[in-house]
């Protein structure tokens, strides 16, 4: 295959994002930029100063909510990309409905608890769908320590599975954008049927 | 009895229901998501949820941050 073959491929794909912080904001790029059709996005969070040490956002979009500034981004990379914004809290009423018709789910919140209920919510709903999980990506340890765990048949977990954000250990940009790649660049191999 | 946890065999003794078990492993149930043989168990089930020999059992732990 070649390059415009797989765009052709992943232009028909849907991908849905739970959580815009410092991994979702990321994933969602990496992904626009590789030719996905259609992102879902969802997080009721809006744009503050201190995001935008590690996420993807711009001075001028603080204030704004965190998945319409999101959507702008993406026009801007690809201006007839489909983007289906959800600015709500994420449970178990209306995760079936946001993330229906997705090809593959990413996982990209920052609490743990909501972490949980959203994975589980998403293997009780959607019984075929891959999901990309996140778990471990805080502080300054070796980006190497970011690794890619497989559990199972469809869940793949991403992190250093250890390092929780706290006090001492911070969001670093470039560790949580290991992790983010990690995550969107699993989505791109699976869409064009290379995980197996 | 012998369960598969991650895909590991491991022995346990006796009658121990999912909730033992992650309370044995350290874990927090709040704070996980369980398949067990490849179908998701609900939170609220862990407890009332007997092993049984040959058992197979994914399980995914999260730390915050994201």
Redesign the interface.
Known sequence: MNCSSYRSLLAKKSVGIA?L????SSVAVSLARSGIGRLVLADFDVVELSNLYRQHYFEEQVGQLKVKATEQNLRRISSNISVCSHPVRLDQSNIPGIFADTDVIIE??????E???F??CC??SFPETPII??????GLDSGDKITIKR???R?Y?V?D??????SH?L?WPAR?GIAANHQAHIAVRILLGLES | MIVYI?GQKRTLDGDVTLLELLEKLGLNP??????LN?Q?V??ENFSGHRLQDEDRL?????????
């Open positions: 959580g912080g410092g991994l979702g990209a919140l920052d609490d743990p608890e972490k949980a209920k994975v589980t293997l009780a999980a996140a778990s471990g990506i805080a559990v199972g048949d869940i977990l992190g599975d250890v390092t929780a954000q706290d250990n969001l949580v | 991650n709040d704070r996980v998501a369980v398949e490849h998701v609900l939170k994914e399980i995914v732990r999260f730390v915050g941050g994201g």
